[in-house]
């Protein structure tokens, strides 16, 4: 393992777990306990963490965005299987709304080949990723009022500047499914943004993962007819695949066998 | 006041939980000659084999009244006391008996032979009997011996003898060819002039149409329409059948085509398949349309090896494939799908780890069995299948879409690409549908290609890339998603 890709383990074993000893993290590494040493002093001198003996602990303050840039491991992949299948659905030359939400971020992440399409969104996390994984893409940031614990922008001047676009495609993140309520959001400015995205797009399609269905969120959308396609993981409850076809609602699942 | 032979009142049938008709209304005026269409299988079959008794009384819910008496059938010969005769799709003669002693089995008492009829006497009759109508065929043959057309001919002929009231026929033409539809026209209007009442059940209804009084179409949900003679034109009439196709409520998503992986030039067998061409591309899915009898089977299975070719070549890579097994079909990568998962496609008294392993090529090649990197690996597939099933089950207890899944998961570990399905979402319920059509999107995002046999039109249209139709072994037409709008009516 080259010497920079050991580091950036070590970073990562400590963000997940705080600590970590010298023989555990030599064991795991496969390396002596003396380049663990080395490296923890190179680690300390940036900062990351303090030494401790026979270990190191994580400086916890010098990371506090952290938690935004960064998810949770064990969901990554029902997400990044959304992202992937909705990628899917657009094409080069058109412009695509993605909605505030982690399943955009992975819509963001799975555009390396397309071309000429132009990404708008309020979301500065996905903004974030497009730039970061997607370069290609060109991305319009709506201006607005800043929600500084999600970076999403909200309010008046947003729905205005939107005003101004058509979209061929919008992908929404949904919160919570359920039969009766139907499709709601984590907040109100969420809940006028989507709805007033849907009035703006040719075609729109509801990000989900299968752990939002059957609950519900703060904000109400519109009912479980809004929606003419969904995309969701393949763990949705069978009620809902049943409802949707019987309904004439397109739903993808996402397999990922092969 | 028409007087009502038959009628049936809010008709369903489940078989496993999985609803096979659902609320079916129905009614037989005396002496008309009824016709049944559907968009595909939504139970027409289904309805044939309630009023014939082989789903007894008491296995479905809903009432039938027959000459305005409740119609209460435990066994199949109950239907014929009451002078109810059904042709079934299948033929059913005894295979091992001589056409004669087939002819005059089970027959009603007015036209029966004596009891003790010698085998030599009735083999006379039966061929003065057959001469008569114009077949002379020799009757001390074994039915086993005759071609499917001939045993067909006996079955209709054997209709003159039994003298039924209300007939039945269940696809009774899919595989007489149009050559002798003279005969079976002069079979119907013989019965419709001695007021016979008949239920057909047919899509090469043209030749007939002009006999038929009333036409019933079954739809998946909602309730059917009936109409009538009167009220209907031809062109009229596939336009209805088309009429509530919804494609978009298919998961599909388009996929980037590449290179061609099969082809297919001039494929015949003598019978029931003729000068078939096509190609199939990378991520492309082609699905074949045609009605139980034209020949859609029979090609399906060829292209696996599981029924001989005799002439026409296959092109696997642009290079001639001599598929002539199904361990060859195997050995380029090709997966077959059947529609008969419960015969044909799992090892029913196995269990799930076996029926995975049945592949060549998906054992470890090890002396030892069930190690835990097989277990491990059915764990990982079963995972991602969203199949909760344990290893240790016996195939025998699956639902139909558990059996589905677990098909396509020893072909998906057997590295395939080029997967066939035979009916994919035959009698499996919708949860399990959407499944399999996500994982075939899956499957060409992989770059595998997919050929899709199917009666159900609604779903080739919704989930194929194109779709080619097939009529009397013959490509009648071909459509692409794209441009869905022209008519295919005439492809049927």
């Known amino acids: ?258 | 006041m028409k007087d009502i032979l038959l009628s049936c009142e809010d008709i369903s049938l489940s078989l496993n939980g999985i609803s096979i008709i659902e609320n079916i209304n129905l009614s037989l005026n005396r002496g008309e000659f009824h016709l049944l269409l559907d968009k595909n299988g939504a139970g027409k079959t289904t309805m044939a084999n309630i009023l014939s008794g082989i789903y007894p009384y008491g296995s479905y819910s809903g009432n039938i009244y027959y000459k305005n008496k409740e119609l209460q059938l435990k066994i199949p010969k109950d239907a014929l006391k009451e002078n109810i005769v059904t042709i079934h799709q299948d033929i059913c003669l005894f295979e091992d008996m001589t056409i004669a002693e087939n002819l005059y089995a089970n027959l009603p008492s007015k036209t029966a032979p004596k009891t003790f009829t010698s085998l030599e006497k009735k083999i006379k009759m039966a061929n003065e009997f057959l001469s008569e109508h114009d077949c002379p065929i020799d009757s001390s043959l074994l039915v086993r011996q005759c071609s499917q057309f001939i045993k067909r001919k006996i079955e209709l002929l054997r209709l003159y003898l039994m003298q039924p009231e209300l007939l039945i026929l269940d696809e009774p033409v899919a595989i007489v060819s149009n050559y002798d539809m003279k005969f079976f026209l002069d079979l119907l209007s013989y019965f419709k002039k001695k007021g016979v009442t008949i239920l057909c059940i047919s899509y090469n209804y043209e030749a007939f149409i002009h006999l038929v009084d009333h036409i019933s179409i079954f739809r998946e949900e909602g309730p059917g329409y009936t109409i009538s003679q009167s009220d209907l034109q031809q062109e009229d009439l596939s336009h209805l059948l088309v009429r509530d196709f919804c494609q978009n409520r298919y998961p599909k998503i388009d996929v980037k085509k590449g290179e061609e992986v099969l082809c297919a030039e001039n494929l015949s067998n003598d019978l029931t398949i003729k000068d078939i061409s096509f190609t199939l591309h990378q991520g492309e899915i082609l699905g074949f349309f045609g009605s139980s009898g034209s020949g859609r089977e029979t090609l399906s299975k060829a292209l696996f090896g599981l029924e001989p070719c005799h002439s026409g070549t296959i092109y696997i890579d642009r290079l001639p494939a001599h598929i002539t097994s199904p361990e060859k079909a195997i050995d380029l990568g090709i997966a077959y799908i059947t529609d008969d998962r419960s015969n044909y496609g799992l090892f029913q008294n196995l269990d799930l780890l076996e029926n995975v392993n049945s592949v060549k090529g998906n054992n470890y090649k090890s002396f030892w069995t069930r190690t835990h990197a097989e277990q491990n690996r059915y764990a990982w597939y079963a995972d991602k299948m969203n199949l909760e099933l344990s290893p240790d089950s016996i195939a025998r207890h699956l639902s139909g879409g558990e059996q589905q899944k677990l098909i396509l998961m020893r072909w998906i570990m057997s590295s395939a690409r080029i997967f066939i399905f035979n009916e994919p979402t035959q009698s499996i319920d919708i949860p399990s549908k959407i499944d399999v059509y996500n994982m075939f999107n899956d499957l060409v995002l992989k770059g595998a290609s997919i050929l899709l046999f199917s009666s159900n039109l609604e779903e080739l249209l919704g989930v194929c890339d194109r779709v080619i139709f097939i009529k009397q072994g013959l490509i009648s037409g071909e459509v692409s998603r794209m441009d869905i709008a022209q008519p295919i009516e005439d492809y049927f």
């Open chain 1, 1 to 258: 393992m080259l010497p920079l890709k050991r580091l950036e383990e070590i970073k990562d074993i400590l963000t997940k777990n705080k600590q970590a000893d010298v023989i555990s993290l030599a064991q795991t590494l496969n390396v002596t306990e003396a380049t663990i040493r080395r490296d923890l002093e190179k680690l300390e001198n940036e900062h990351f963490l303090t030494r401790t003996h026979g270990g190191a602990v994580l400086n916890e303050s010098k990371h506090p965005e952290i938690s935004l840039f960064t998810l949770q491991e064990d969901s990554i992949e029902r997400y990044q299987n959304i992202g992937k299948i909705a990628s899917q659905f657009i094409q080069n030359n058109e412009t695509v709304f993605l909605g505030p939400g982690t399943c955009s971020r992975f819509v963001a992440r799975n555009l390396t080949n397309k071309v000429n399409v132009t990404i708008v969104t309020t979301d500065m996390m996905v903004a974030h990723d497009c730039s970061l994984y997607s370069p290609n893409a060109a991305v319009i940031l709506a201006g607005g009022n800043l929600n500084p614990t999600t970076l999403e922008l909200y309010g008046q001047t947003t729905d205005n500047f939107l005003e101004t676009f058509y979209f061929s495609t919008a992908f929404l993140d949904i919160d919570g499914i359920t039969m009766a309520r139907g499709y709601s959001v984590s907040s109100l400015n969420k809940a006028f943004l989507t709805q007033n995205v849907l009035k703006l797009s040719k075609k729109a399609f509801a990000l989900c993962p299968y752990d939002r269905f059957d609950v519900e969120s703060y904000a109400t959308v519109g009912d479980i007819n809004l929606f003419e396609s969904v995309i969701t993981n393949e763990r949705v409850a069978d009620s809902f695949k049943e409802y949707y076809f019987q309904h004439k609602i397109q739903l993808f699942a996402t397999f990922n066998i092969m």
